[in-house]
């Protein structure tokens, strides 16, 4: 038998379960357990199938009905002192079922009562006439409403510090400076030894930076003689022809 | 009709919620007995199906509502679409109208499913609440139903909630809709039901 089955309609493995078992019009008290647990996972198979998300809770009542179905393989050794183990492995089963039905009924029967805004109209209230008759006795709030208020209150409270990292400012001009200095004192300069052993990540990114800028200033000029080899800075102006104003933390446009 | 009999239906008509007859008697500083002829006979005057709207008694006071026959004419008068429950938060609605104090985990084995979703919906929409915690290892919260859900259903208390069936078979499937249960109308011949009064504790 094949089942044609959209599983938008089922709420859980046990609605499920009802329908396959409504369907094939088994009698509760004698649910043919090797029919229903084919039917159960290929409609799990299904769903793998359509690539959808099986959900634990199906799985879960696969496995209940291939155990009980494997237990009802099983001979029935019959102990006089186990008086309260059920001989029938489907029992809580057919309990669960059956429960889950009394409530799927009593939700419809919860549905067809005329509800506000549905079938029954109130007068409408606007808030400045709440204020007056009435607002004494609304006194009564729930954990709950208690909870979910402190909880909406907290969120629009200032946000606690609770540590507060202290950024270093470096400055761009800094690092020029520093590196004209030091290709004043030595003339050249290899890429690698610009950035010192043990400089925070922060300091690299700004000395990187700083060298662009004199780059771009063409006060610095890069070379590299051959791929892979050592990549050498070296000034290109004379220490005389520098604009000290040009190198002022402002005219980087870092702030 | 005297003042108090016509000052009792203008509080009810002027006020926003429910008009309990304890806040009655607070207005009039009188006692439940003296009031009660005069909502008697308010009641006579504003029957359902008669004016339009009628003298409800809804979560413990009173309140005038309209007929739930002219929800058609009504309907027009809301912008906004009419509330719809998902089939999730029907289920979880009935368990826990019927079982309360109800925790979590109990739903969740009636169910079969995660149930903490639904639960938060059903408490942000004000129809459930707290009632404590649960004396067992881990101390579950227990549910229960709200004012809200009284007035929301138009139920004068849990005790008028509509009767929980026993079952001991199953309903058959009916063709129209598969998966969901129906019970109006058709003959049940699979069905025994007996009547059992809901737990209002």
């Keep these: 038998m094949t089942i044609e089955i959209s599983l938008h309609n089922f709420d859980g493995p046990l609605d499920l379960l009802l329908h396959l078992i409504k369907t094939n019009e088994m009698d509760i008290a004698d649910i043919q357990m090797v029919e229903i647990t084919e039917q159960y996972l290929s409609v799990i198979e299904h769903m793998k199938q359509l690539n959808l998300d099986v959900a634990g809770e199906f799985l879960l009542m696969a496995a209940t009905l291939i155990h009980i179905k494997s237990r009802m393989l099983l001979p029935v050794i019959e102990e006089p002192d186990s008086e309260e183990d059920e001989l029938d492995p489907r029992a809580e089963l057919v309990r669960r079922l059956l429960e889950y039905q009394r409530y799927k009924d009593a939700a419809n029967s919860l549905d067809r009562l005329p509800c506000l805004k549905r079938e029954v109209f109130l007068r409408q209230f606007v808030e400045s006439d709440v204020a007056g008759v009435g607002a004494e006795e609304d006194l009564s709030i729930g954990i709950y409403q208690l909870a979910a208020a402190f909880h909406q209150l907290l969120r629009h409270s200032q946000v606690e510090f609770i540590h507060e990292v202290v950024r270093e400012q470096l400055s761009v001009a800094d690092f020029v400076h520093k590196i004209l200095d030091q290709l004043g004192r030595c003339g050249q300069q290899s890429f690698t030894d610009l950035f010192p052993h043990g400089a925070t990540r922060q300091e690299m990114v700004v000395t990187f930076l700083a060298m662009l800028e004199l780059v771009k200033m063409r006060m610095v000029k890069i070379s590299q003689s051959v791929e892979f080899q050592p990549i050498w800075l070296r000034l290109a102006v004379s220490a005389t022809e520098m604009d000290p104003a040009s190198l002022d933390e402002g005219a980087f446009g870092y702030g | ?201």
């Design chain 2, 1 to 201: 009709m005297d003042e108090r009999c016509r000052a009792v239906a203008a509080l009810i008509f002027a006020a926003e919620g429910p008009l309990s007859l304890d806040r009655l008697c607070q207005f009039f500083e009188c006692s439940r007995a003296d009031l009660r002829p005069a909502i008697a006979q308010l009641q006579e005057l504003y029957p359902p199906r008669k004016s339009g709207f009628y003298l409800a008694e809804v979560a413990g006071g009173y309140q005038f509502r309209t007929d739930s026959d002219l929800a058609t004419w009504l309907g027009k008068l809301n912008r906004e679409r009419p509330f719809r429950f998902s089939q999730a938060a029907l289920e979880t609605l009935a368990m826990v109208a019927y079982r309360q104090p109800v925790t979590r985990g109990e739903i969740e084995y009636l169910r079969g499913v995660d149930s903490g979703g639904v639960l938060k919906t059903l408490l942000d929409k004000g129809f459930l609440r707290i009632l404590g915690k649960k004396d067992v290892p881990g101390r579950p919260l227990m549910y229960g139903t709200s004012k809200h859900f009284l007035e929301f259903f138009g139920l004068k208390d849990l005790s008028a909630l509509p009767t929980l069936k026993e079952f001991s078979a199953l309903e058959p499937v009916p063709d129209s809709e598969p998966g969901r249960v129906e019970t109006e109308g058709e003959a049940r011949p699979l069905l025994i039901s007996n009547e059992v009064e809901p737990t209002t504790e």
